[in-house]
């Protein structure tokens, strides 16, 4: 089993940055694919980046690309999810999630573990 747990979330303007970390206990991640999702009220958990194992593939929602850089730290058992240039349209519950798996997954069906979640909110 594999507990992970989100923070670093909060209120932040437009324009400004937040970085997101979701430290893993239970078991080393060293070998699992990591992501990051997030969902806003009224809409479907959405896709917004993800890590292979090694932490050498990486890959980003269109919307999300060249403002956010997903990174890990498999020594800490921990991965990051720097979010620059922020748009009130970033505004959901962000997510980690991991799965035993040497490919990037991008479907969140495709992920075993889940976090509890952080809130960011961007205003205008």
């Known amino acids: 089993q594999v507990q992970l747990r989100e923070s670093g979330g909060g209120l932040v303007q437009a324009g400004g940055s937040l970085r997101l970390s979701c430290a893993a206990s239970g078991r080393t991640i060293s070998n699992y694919a990591m992501g990051w999702f997030r969902q806003a009220p009224g809409k479907e958990r959405e896709f917004v980046a993800a890590s292979r194992w090694s932490g050498g593939i990486t890959s980003y929602a269109d919307s999300v690309k060249g403002r956010f850089s997903i990174s890990r730290e498999n020594a800490k058992n921990t991965v990051y999810l720097q979010m620059n240039s922020l748009k009130p349209e970033d505004t959901a519950v962000y997510y980690c999630?991991?799965?035993?798996?040497?490919?990037?997954?991008?479907?969140?069906?495709?992920?075993?573990?889940w976090g509890q979640g952080t809130q960011v909110t961007v205003s205008s």
């Open positions: 999630a991991a799965d035993n798996t040497m490919v990037v997954v991008t479907n969140p069906a495709g992920y075993d573990y």
